[in-house]
């Protein structure tokens, strides 16, 4: 009996090791959005704790300061679990190889991990075991020290672009502000760079928070800022642009707003969001034809050239519109985002994430 059990421990050991060491390589090695099951759980489970205490807070200002810890503390939390889990796959191979009782078997694994050497092992194959422990733990320490940088330098590119957004857009960012101070100053024909600029930003975002899904939790040093907000934001004065300002077809718009959508809708496969992939121009979405026709009205007032055709350009916008009107709205209820008209204002509300599941392309609602 004692065989067998040491037997069983050694294996158990065995494979909790392989696990962990496995999510980790997925998770941060592997450039590519691959659901880890483990990296999952810390982050969900997380997620509730810091929900709990959110809704207890008075003021949004209140809620984002303690979201604002969610992100990197999960992700510290990650790193911990990794080689808490380290820790207990090896002190049950050194358990069953007969460093007994649990708490010599506990001290070893433990001064193997962290390369301590305050407990030597005893024998042959309990020395290639700490080797392999202490190999592992460096591991998994130097890859989150080379993560941490990654991370914080793509939050730095995405939040440059947020925060240049007041300019032209006001905080919190508005599409409608935004033409609206640009054809007051006469800048709407003079917006080329703008919209490449943007596109880029998109496909920069789709590469860094589906490789590195935790990005998407990051929160912007203002509170009034948000990513998803800033991406609404770009993408409906696009559609307004093109729908509804006259002027010749500009590509680089429309280009802009694909890429948008495109972007949106890869980070929502990684969380499970279900959307359309092939929309019809008349499927409903959450503006409505009045808030549309005061957005035209306010345009208007600032002698903004308009289309004669309002039906038609109601049609385009809703065309548009449908493309990221679903992905758009629930990530900014699954980021929490601040207040933003078109999008954090009538946002979806959080749904947990499955904790087991493959990522789907365009899951039909």
Not at 79 to 102: D, I
Not at 130 to 140: K, N, Q, R, V
Not at 143 to 162: D, M, N
Not at 234 to 252: H, K, M, N, W, Y
Request: glycine share 6%; hydrophobic share 45%; aromatic share 10%.
């Amino acid at each position: 009996m004692s065989t067998v059990l040491a037997v069983v421990a050694l294996l158990v050991g065995a494979l909790i090791v392989g696990f962990t060491v496995g999510s980790a390589i997925l998770t941060v090695v592997v450039p590519r959005a691959t659901p880890v099951l483990l990296t999952r759980l810390v982050f969900v489970g997380l997620r509730e704790l810091f929900m709990l205490r959110s809704r207890r807070a008075s003021t949004y200002e209140e809620r984002d300061r303690r979201l604002a810890r969610y992100a990197p503390v999960s992700l510290l939390s990650l790193a911990v679990t990794w080689l808490t889990l380290v820790l207990l796959g090896y002190m049950l191979m050194f358990w069953s190889l007969g460093e007994r009782p649990w708490r010599l078997a506990f001290g070893l694994s433990g001064s193997s991990l962290l390369t301590l050497g305050f407990t030597p092992p005893r024998n042959l194959p309990m020395t290639a075991l700490s080797f392999t422990e202490a190999a592992i733990g460096l591991a998994l320490l130097a890859l989150l020290i080379s993560y941490l940088p990654t991370i914080y330098t793509a939050f730095s590119r995405r939040e440059a672009a947020v925060a240049s957004l007041d300019t032209r857009a006001g905080r919190p960012p508005s599409a409608v502000a935004m033409l609206e101070r640009l054809s007051i100053i006469r800048g709407l024909d003079d917006m080329g760079d703008f919209w490449s600029y943007w596109e880029g930003w998109f496909v920069d975002i789709e590469e860094t928070h589906t490789t590195n899904p935790s990005l998407v939790f990051y929160r912007s040093p203002v509170p009034q800022r948000s990513w998803i907000t800033a991406a609404g934001t770009v993408l409906d004065a696009g559609a307004l642009l093109a729908s509804t300002i006259e002027g010749p077809r500009r590509s680089e718009v429309e280009l802009c707003i694909r890429a948008g959508y495109l972007s949106l809708r890869r980070i929502a496969d990684y969380f499970g969001i279900r959307y359309d992939p092939d929309p019809r121009p008349d499927d409903p979405i959450s503006i409505t034809r009045e808030e549309f026709d005061a957005v035209r009205a306010r345009l208007s007032a600032v002698d903004a050239p308009l289309k004669a055709d309002v039906d038609q350009a109601w049609r385009d916008f809703a065309g548009w519109r449908v493309n990221y009107d679903t992905v758009l709205l629930a990530l900014a209820g699954l980021t929490m985002a601040p207040y933003a008209p078109w999008s954090s204002d009538r946002s979806l509300r959080y749904q947990r994430p499955p904790l087991t599941r493959r990522i789907t392309r365009g899951a039909r609602r």
